[in-house]
């Protein structure tokens, strides 16, 4: 399972584009990168997912770069409420009973918007 | 459509007590996961069922945890007896089997701890 490193924490502005990176080098073929947010006492919520190039949605954008070692969450125009925790995952998520994989989260990107 | 379900919110109980938290996943979800969430940290995996089948419970300290998914719908996570360190939120998803996104869906947690 490829591991994921992203920064621990990030301040940014209401209203500023905030982009969250996470690197992932040793992803594999069938990998999806996928990221969660969390709010404080609540459960992570799924914001975004990709295989390669660009996804797009109406929360957020995901880049990601040819060889695929790394994704680029970007949050356009953020918000008080966008604070929260973001959590990068890579990997396949298709269920089977013979794998060893596991969708693991890291310690996540604080991310804190300031008025 | 209604979400994942988890109770009781909140527990208190003390060392060597019992404990038990039970989850009703979203209808149709054939995957169950739940997640152990210590404060400052990523969710850990505890343990993962296909319908009423363990699939990895491989982090799952199991001369104290135990868990269940009769019927393949809800799940039951018990902790006998518990210790300090399991202070944390409990945290249960549910992702629709087959589905190439594999998005999870987490309920908002149950939070224990133990004095």
């Known amino acids: 399972l490829a591991k994921t490193t992203q920064p621990i924490s990030m301040d940014s502005y209401e209203g500023q584009e905030v982009n969250i990176t996470c690197s992932h080098n040793?992803?594999?073929?069938?990998?999806?990168i996928t990221w969660y947010q969390q709010f404080p006492s609540q459960g992570p919520r799924f914001i975004i997912q990709?295989?390669?190039t660009k996804v797009t949605n109406e929360v957020a954008s995901l880049f990601i770069p040819a060889d695929r070692k790394s994704s680029t969450l970007s949050l356009p125009r953020v918000s008080l409420s966008d604070t929260a925790v973001y959590y990068c995952?890579?990997?396949?998520?298709?269920?089977?009973?013979?794998?060893?994989?596991?969708?693991?989260f890291g310690k996540g990107t604080r991310l804190h918007i300031l008025p | 459509e209604a979400g994942v379900a988890q109770s009781p919110r909140y527990k208190i109980i003390e060392k060597r007590q019992s404990v038990a938290f039970w989850c009703n996943p979203i209808?149709?979800?054939?995957?169950l996961y739940w997640y152990q969430q210590i404060l400052g940290q990523g969710p850990k995996l505890l343990i993962q069922?296909?319908?009423?089948?363990?699939?990895?419970d491989s982090q799952l300290p199991k001369d104290r945890f135990s868990a269940e998914r009769l019927k393949g719908v809800d799940s039951t996570l018990k902790i006998q007896p518990a210790k300090l360190e399991d202070s944390a939120v409990y945290l249960c998803?549910?992702?629709?089997?087959?589905?190439?996104?594999?998005?999870?869906?987490f309920g908002e947690g149950s939070r224990l701890t133990v004095l």
């Open positions: 998803a549910s992702s629709l089997d087959g589905a190439i996104t594999g998005e999870l869906f």
């Open positions: 040793n992803i594999a073929t069938n990998d999806y």
């Open positions: 990709g295989y390669k």
């Open positions: 995952l890579v990997g396949d998520m298709e269920v089977s009973m013979n794998r060893d994989d596991k969708i693991i």
């Open positions: 209808s149709g979800h054939a995957t």
């Open positions: 069922f296909q319908n009423n089948g363990v699939v990895d």
